[in-house]
């Protein structure tokens, strides 16, 4: 699929998910078939005034590339500007989120709440194409409750702002992360418009990817929690079913791990990404605790060596 003069190599795209697609996990799903990643949510505000941890969220190699840098934020005039500081950074596309329904996010007229205000989230939009050479992309839900599906109207509203393609996730601000998503919402959107669209929602495996594209006519599909401790979802085939099976694919992760992140201050966050990847495992229990007891990135690697002796 294209975004703008962008060529993906696959439709399958990583979502971005905060405290987990840092720079690591996204080379390896890279690695493993998807054909963009996108960083983690990133505060508009916090690009602007210049902090540290936002701007090292902005980190990406060359071997990324395609990658996308997602901005959130409800003041057009600072959206603007991080448009622009993103924009001399190696990115290849910018995303806005205004899907988030995180409370905090949305009690400040960000992410999904911008679903209620379309005329804010026009002025965002166009706010940010104005500020960059790069395609714009926007990324939000069915709508914000069960009785106000209003994702095809804002599909057309970004598409006309001038936005190059937009990510459904087939879920209101209601549903949050629990219940079913309706993936006929997406076929709706993709009537509406005649941009690319991309669903999101309830992709487990790549056959569910296959299915979501054939059933709602998208142009790819956009995996997130679904790809956590299981980066085969971005290849033909089934998750490997036994810990041999999967134990190169964790060192993989954890070598990127070792050289792109801070290990001492993300510990936590690698650690979780390793346990993540025993699940449904025999014993896995017993490893998680391994794994936790780690004190270190070396001791983390060195158990993992063991498991593969």
């Given at each position: 699929m294209n975004i703008g003069p962008i060529t993906l190599k696959s439709p399958f795209i990583l979502a971005p998910l905060a405290g987990y697609t840092d720079l690591a996990f996204r080379l390896l799903c890279r690695e493993m078939g998807a054909g963009m990643t996108v960083s983690e949510m990133i505060s508009s505000n916090g690009l602007v005034h210049g902090q540290q941890k936002t701007l090292a969220m902005l980190k990406t190699v060359p071997e990324e590339s395609p990658f996308c840098i997602q901005l959130f934020g409800n003041d057009p005039e600072?959206?603007?500007?991080?448009?622009?500081?993103?924009?001399?950074?190696?990115?290849?596309?910018?995303?806005?989120?205004?899907?988030?329904?995180?409370?905090?996010?949305?009690?400040?007229?960000?992410?999904?709440?911008?679903?209620?205000?379309?005329?804010?989230?026009?002025?965002?939009?166009?706010?940010?194409?104005?500020?960059?050479?790069?395609?714009?992309?926007?990324?939000?839900?069915s709508g914000w409750t069960d009785d106000a599906i209003t994702a095809p109207q804002f599909a057309a509203m970004a598409e006309n702002a001038g936005a190059a393609a937009v990510t459904v996730h087939a879920r209101t601000w209601k549903q949050q992360f629990g219940g079913?998503?309706?993936?006929?919402?997406?076929?709706?959107?993709?009537?509406?418009?005649?941009?690319?669209?991309?669903?999101?929602?309830?992709?487990?495996?790549?056959?569910?990817?296959?299915?979501?594209?054939?059933?709602?006519?998208?142009?790819?599909?956009?995996?997130?929690?679904?790809?956590?401790?299981?980066?085969?979802?971005?290849?033909?085939?089934?998750t490997p079913e036994t810990l041999p099976a999967r134990l190169p694919v964790i060192q993989r992760h954890m070598q990127h791990a070792a050289t792109h992140l801070d290990t001492t201050r993300l510990l936590f966050r690698i650690k979780n990404h390793a346990c993540r990847y025993l699940s449904g495992l025999p014993g896995a229990v017993k490893i998680r605790q391994q794994i936790t007891d780690c004190p270190d990135m070396d001791g983390l690697q060195t158990a993992l060596a063991q498991l593969a002796s």
């Open positions: 600072i959206m603007g500007k991080a448009a622009a500081i993103a924009s001399n950074h190696p990115a290849q596309i910018l995303d806005i989120n205004m899907g988030c329904p995180v409370r905090k996010v949305v009690k400040k007229g960000s992410g999904a709440a911008l679903m209620k205000d379309f005329e804010r989230a026009e002025q965002l939009i166009q706010a940010v194409i104005s500020n960059t050479n790069l395609p714009v992309t926007v990324k939000f839900r079913r998503a309706d993936w006929q919402v997406i076929t709706r959107v993709c009537q509406a418009v005649s941009i690319p669209v991309i669903g999101n929602g309830d992709i487990l495996c790549y056959q569910d990817g296959l299915d979501m594209i054939a059933e709602t006519g998208c142009h790819g599909v956009m995996i997130g929690r679904g790809a956590l401790g299981n980066p085969w979802v971005f290849r033909q085939g089934k």
